[in-house]
């Protein structure tokens, strides 16, 4: 059985060029981010319904609690089953409802108000430093907020993008989540980080796929000629043309996405040749 990972000996970080490249030809496939900026508790709420379901079943649970409890105050005054009610669209409706009620909870003892607006002002090391204090807000919801709805410079690491990332050689193969966060916060060009997070997450479920999910389709990416893993296989293990719908919805992960112009494979691979480091 191929393993899926860059080898060990073979890892140095990415330049910035070649990730800049890499994040113009996953927007000619997967398209462009248009991010409006947004009110960041109302982020960390989407972010905690948006949790194992879809992205439409995400938002109808956000209208349906805003319907429910208007203020955020509101919220915080019911009990969890009474939100878990209003949320039942988006599944695990009485989890989540606890969480968000313990996370306004936190946050109203720490500031005495529901309101993170002061966040747009302020730099993205505040931001960091406010927001991890809370209960069950880790790096990748942070980085979620500042990128979705504050507009800062982040990079949210989820399981596509640490497989992805760790298959094109971007990565140490054993890198955990925390040293990806690290790693990728410095070296993804601050322009990149918004389109690679959500485009490497479309290829990782289009593409690059989990082992329990048919794995990678190399024969058919079109990062392979500068991936660690994918520029070195041939034959059966370039794993077939057969590939997910990839997601390119009108709108995503919050955001509003503009199509990518899709090209052929070999155009594609003719660009890639050009732009590789
Ligand atoms: S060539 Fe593409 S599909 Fe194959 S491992 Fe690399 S990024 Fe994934």
Redesign the pocket.
């Known amino acids: 059985m191929p393993h ?1 990972s860059a080898p060990s000996e073979d890892w140095k970080p990415p330049s910035a060029r070649a990730l800049r490249a890499a994040n113009d030809l996953l927007i000619t496939r997967y398209g462009e981010r248009v991010p409006h900026a947004r009110e960041p508790l109302d982020g960390l709420i989407l972010i905690i319904l948006s949790q194992a379901t879809s992205d439409v079943n995400c938002d109808r649970a956000f209208t349906s609690l805003k319907n429910a409890f208007p203020t955020w105050e509101q919220v915080l005054e019911a009990t969890d089953e009474a939100v878990a009610d209003s949320i039942r669209s988006g599944g695990l409706a009485n989890q989540k409802a606890a969480r968000i009620r313990r996370l306004l909870s936190e946050i109203h003892q720490e500031t005495g108000a529901l309101d993170l607006s002061w966040m747009h002002q302020s730099s993205v090391e505040e931001c960091e430093a406010y927001l991890q204090k809370f209960h069950g807000v880790g790096p990748k919801t942070i980085a979620c907020v500042l990128m979705f709805f504050l507009l800062k410079p982040a990079f949210a690491v989820d399981t596509h993008v640490l497989r ?1 990332t760790k ?2 050689g971007w990565l140490r193969p054993k890198a955990s989540a925390e040293e990806a966060h690290r790693v990728f916060k410095s070296l993804v060009p601050d322009e990149c980080k918004l389109n690679l997070h959500v485009n490497l997450i479309a ?2 479920r289009a ?3 989990a082992q329990g999910n048919g794995g ?3 024969g ?5 000629s500068r ?5 070195n ?1 041939k034959g059966e293990a ?2 077939g043309s057969q590939v997910l719908e990839e997601r390119v919805h009108g709108t995503d992960f919050f955001v509003t996405v503009q199509p990518g112009i899709q090209k052929p494979l070999d155009e594609v691979e003719a660009v890639s040749e050009v732009v590789n480091d």
């Open positions: 899926h992805v298959r094109l290829h990782g593409i690059c796929r990678p389709k190399c058919a990416c079109l990062l392979r991936c660690a893993y994918g520029k296989i370039l794993g």
